[in-house]
């Protein structure tokens, strides 16, 4: 015979310490609870409320450059340093967390600063600059002279080139990098000439990015709207892709070794995969000016777009919109846009002067966090997905003041757009042989070839 027999623990229901909350049994049959939904949907609702009225993203303007910023560049091993080169020559290095310069080079090139990216490694805080004046230069805060306020330090090397700079970027492991002006050049840190020039038919190459995990393959676009990736080992071009726009910036996808964004002159930002080019795999279209700059967060999931109808805007990798759009009042065009490597905030360089901090999340904030504060934040966020297409959750979810001239200019571009669409419909009806219909993601492409 079978005999059961109730047993209850004084731990399930006894509290630790008075602060504690109190432990009740609660039996979840939906029958016990009618307006479950009802209650959670209000629930949800005020979850919306709060989210938005919280949404506070912009955190520190740091200024000290005279002229807009044009280049930006992060380090992998150290989430406070941020290096930035503007339009007269300057370099800045900036501490994140104390807000300030804690290095500067004011006549660190004769022009416009056109790129500086970082040496790879936790044990050197080297790094390199390019610019117009046909120079790239590696630099030191720890290691170079160091020099009194407003006079250049020196630099710890320095190499020639033929043609202005326009880009650059270093490999991950081996001590090589690559610059782009009217060809793709690799230099080797030990020579004084580049070890290999990539070039296919480009008259000026925008930018060169190499690629981070498939280290072998960089990517480079051109003004005659090409987008090419090379191989490093065999120092030859492997595709070659043609779109009805030239590219202004290219970033690879941290996490999936073959997918990159680019951010196009058209509006848009088109994400790709190397492997099958001949279409996109996304087009991320709500900016009314041309995209300057992309980059990928940590994670791999979300991008920043940089453009030049002065705001920043966020975009889930699958998605076609942007989830949120940042703007202040007195930024101007902005040029270049960075993730920082902890996934929480946001920089943005632009052309008055200034280095912007943002936070990734408009809403989120940072501190210690209590288990019962991250589970309240849990379930809301819960909540706000379950019911984010019910028409009165979804209008608060999406709301946003933005500026009056990017929102008309925003209603006159789908005008045109809805015109465009409406004229080919028409055309299609009354041609006798009508073309088929060319998917989105495929009408920016005009054609693909490869070696």
Not at 4 to 16: C, P, V
Not at 332 to 357: E, H, M, P, W
């Amino acid at each position: 015979m079978k005999v059961k027999a109730l047993s209850r623990s004084t731990a399930d229901f006894t509290r630790e310490t008075k602060s504690d909350i109190q432990i009740l049994p609660r039996n979840v049959d939906p029958e016990l609870h009618p307006l479950e939904r009802a209650r959670e949907y209000k629930r949800a609702l005020n979850a919306a409320k709060v989210e938005r009225m919280l949404a506070k993203p912009f955190l520190a303007g740091l200024s000290g450059h005279i002229d807009g910023i044009y280049s930006m560049a992060k380090n992998p091993w150290d989430l406070d340093r941020i290096v930035t080169g503007s339009g007269d020559g300057e370099l800045r290095m900036w501490s994140l967390a104390s807000q300030e310069t804690i290095w500067r080079a004011p006549e660190a090139h004769r022009g416009i600063v056109k790129g500086v990216c970082n040496i790879p490694g936790g044990d050197t805080d080297r790094f390199l600059s390019v610019g117009t004046d046909k120079m790239v230069k590696v630099w030191s805060r720890t290691e170079g002279a160091v020099a009194a306020d407003g006079v250049t330090p020196e630099t710890i090397a320095s190499y020639s080139g033929k043609h202005a700079f326009s880009g650059i970027d270093h490999h991950r492991r081996r001590p090589l990098f690559a610059t782009s002006s009217s060809l793709v050049e690799v230099w080797d840190v030990e020579r004084s000439e580049p070890i290999a020039n990539l070039t296919w038919g480009a008259d000026t190459i925008n930018t060169v990015r190499m690629n981070q995990t498939e280290v072998n393959v960089l990517a480079s676009c051109g003004t005659d709207r090409s987008i090419i990736l090379y191989d490093l080992r065999t120092n030859s071009p492997l595709a070659k892709l043609l779109m009805t726009l030239s590219t202004n910036a290219i970033s690879w996808n941290p996490m999936e070794a073959f997918m990159f964004a680019t951010a196009n002159e058209d509006h848009n930002i088109y994400t790709f995969d190397m492997r099958r080019m001949d279409h996109a795999v996304n087009v991320l279209r709500d900016h009314v000016s041309a995209v300057m700059d992309v980059d990928y967060s940590p994670t791999g999931q979300e991008l920043v777009s940089a453009s030049y109808d002065r705001t920043l805007r966020l975009w889930d990798v699958g998605n076609g919109h942007s989830r949120d759009v940042y703007h202040a009042k007195r930024m101007q065009r902005v040029f270049c846009a960075k993730y920082t490597q902890d996934n929480k905030y946001i920089l943005s360089g632009s052309d008055d002067g200034n280095l912007r901090l943002w936070r990734a999340r408009a809403s989120e904030r940072v501190g210690i966090k209590s288990n019962r504060e991250r589970a309240t934040i849990e379930y809301a966020d819960k909540l706000k997905d379950r019911f984010k297409y019910v028409p009165e959750v979804r209008k608060v979810l999406r709301h946003r003041n933005i500026p009056t001239a990017i929102k008309k200019a925003s209603q006159t571009k789908q005008v045109m757009l809805q015109s465009r669409k409406r004229k080919e419909e028409n055309r299609r009806k009354h041609e006798k042989d009508a073309k088929p219909r060319v998917p989105e993601r495929k009408k920016a492409i005009i054609g693909t070839s490869s070696k």
